[in-house]
């Protein structure tokens, strides 16, 4: 698909500035994200962050700590021997990158659960999550892309929105189903049919806990990157980690996987499609590495 074929994808979807009562008011009653994850969503953005800063602010929940230790130590973080205090997992893992491990620790629990309007059974949707986060960093490494952007979590919380449309989307799975039959994306007939969509859903949620809106942007756009003017690459990325991320069953039931990527990313990314094929190779293996690290109860 070129670049005229994305631009018309992203101008028939029609604009809803009303979305439905009954979905503002389920975002309303979305938990929070924890004031640890807010404080250390702020440290990420600054240059200067001492491992000091990061401890202090996990001693105060001993319960997102555990969770945290408990990430950093699968076996697919890569540190060496197993930690058991947070000190020493920032020195392995270093000040930024603990940081994110412990802002997706903030998320996991929730985001562990099955949706079951998009056919995610418990852990599916943090695996894909985890997974899409890890490999969007991986990418932006890979085309040299500046690393104060933050690439890791706008992945990682990019499909948040499909824990409140879950229940919606299950009730009218078969409408949908309809469209989609006839050769409507999935997202637009999510949002033809509900009046919104998951990733508008996650955008909300996003703004409703105040984070950047350079990454609030990536993730309200990442399965059509053009409807932004973003200029760091973040929503490509976003979008292109997503997509290889379904490989082998990464994504969901709904997501149309292994569907090639728009050709107008590849291009503002630097890419040939031989090696967006062996990044989604690269992807079945780090999915699976990961489904054998991480567990759910």
């Given at each position: 698909?070129?670049?005229?074929?994305m631009a018309a994808s992203v101008d028939?979807?029609?604009?809803?500035?009303?979305?439905?009562?009954?979905?503002?008011?389920?975002?309303?009653?979305?938990?929070?994200?924890?004031?640890?994850?807010?404080?250390?969503?702020?440290?990420?953005?600054?240059?200067?962050?001492?491992?000091?800063?990061?401890?202090?602010?996990?001693?105060?929940?001993?319960?997102?700590?555990?969770?945290?230790?408990?990430?950093?130590?699968?076996?697919?973080?890569?540190?060496?021997?197993?930690?058991?205090?947070?000190?020493?997992?920032?020195?392995?893992?270093?000040?930024?990158?603990?940081?994110?491990?412990?802002?997706?620790?903030?998320?996991?629990?929730?985001?562990?659960?099955?949706?079951?309007?998009?056919?995610?059974?418990?852990?599916?949707?943090?695996?894909?999550?985890?997974?899409?986060?890890?490999?969007?960093?991986?990418?932006?490494?890979?085309?040299?892309?500046?690393?104060?952007?933050?690439?890791?979590?706008?992945?990682?919380?990019?499909?948040?929105?499909?824990?409140?449309?879950?229940?919606?989307?299950?009730?009218?799975?078969?409408?949908?189903?309809?469209?989609?039959?006839?050769?409507?994306?999935?997202?637009?007939?999510?949002?033809?049919?509900?009046?919104?969509?998951h990733a508008e859903i996650a955008a909300?949620?996003?703004?409703?806990?105040?984070?950047?809106?350079?990454?609030?942007?990536?993730?309200?756009?990442?399965?059509?990157?053009?409807?932004?003017?973003?200029?760091?690459?973040?929503?490509?990325?976003?979008?292109?980690?997503?997509?290889?991320?379904?490989?082998?069953?990464?994504?969901?039931?709904?997501?149309?996987?292994?569907?090639?990527?728009?050709?107008?990313?590849?291009?503002?990314?630097?890419?040939?499609?031989?090696?967006?094929?062996?990044?989604?190779?690269?992807?079945?293996?780090?999915?699976?590495?990961?489904?054998?690290?991480?567990?759910?109860?």
């Open positions: 698909m070129g670049k005229d074929d028939s979807r029609k604009t809803y500035k009303n979305i439905p009562d009954e979905i503002i008011q389920q975002v309303a009653r979305f938990p929070n994200m924890p004031q640890a994850g807010t404080k250390l969503m702020s440290l990420i953005q600054e240059k200067d962050v001492s491992a000091q800063e990061i401890e202090k602010i996990l001693r105060h929940d001993p319960g997102l700590a555990a969770n945290v230790l408990r990430l950093a130590n699968s076996a697919y973080f890569g540190i060496p021997s197993k930690v058991s205090n947070l000190k020493q997992a920032i020195v392995l893992l270093g000040v930024k990158r603990f940081a994110q491990i412990a802002v997706g620790a903030c998320v996991s629990q929730t985001m562990g659960t099955a949706v079951e309007g998009y056919g995610l059974s418990p852990g599916q949707l943090w695996l894909h999550s985890i997974a899409a986060a890890t490999f969007a960093e991986a990418l932006a490494k890979n085309r040299k892309l500046a690393e104060a952007v933050d690439f890791f979590v706008p992945a990682l919380l990019h499909d948040l929105g499909k824990l409140v449309m879950g229940e919606f989307v299950k009730a009218e799975r078969r409408k949908i189903k309809d469209l989609v039959d006839k050769g409507v994306p999935f997202i637009i007939a999510e949002k033809e049919i509900l009046g919104t969509d909300l949620i996003l703004s409703n806990w105040h984070f950047p809106a350079d990454l609030i942007d990536a993730v309200r756009w990442h399965h059509y990157p053009e409807g932004t003017n973003n200029s760091n690459l973040l929503p490509e990325i976003v979008y292109l980690a997503n997509l290889l991320c379904q490989f082998n069953g990464g994504g969901d039931s709904t997501a149309g996987r292994n569907s090639a990527p728009f050709s107008a990313v590849l291009e503002r990314l630097d890419i040939k499609f031989e090696q967006y094929k062996a990044y989604g190779e690269k992807a079945r293996s780090w999915m699976n590495k990961l489904s054998d690290s991480l567990t759910f109860d």
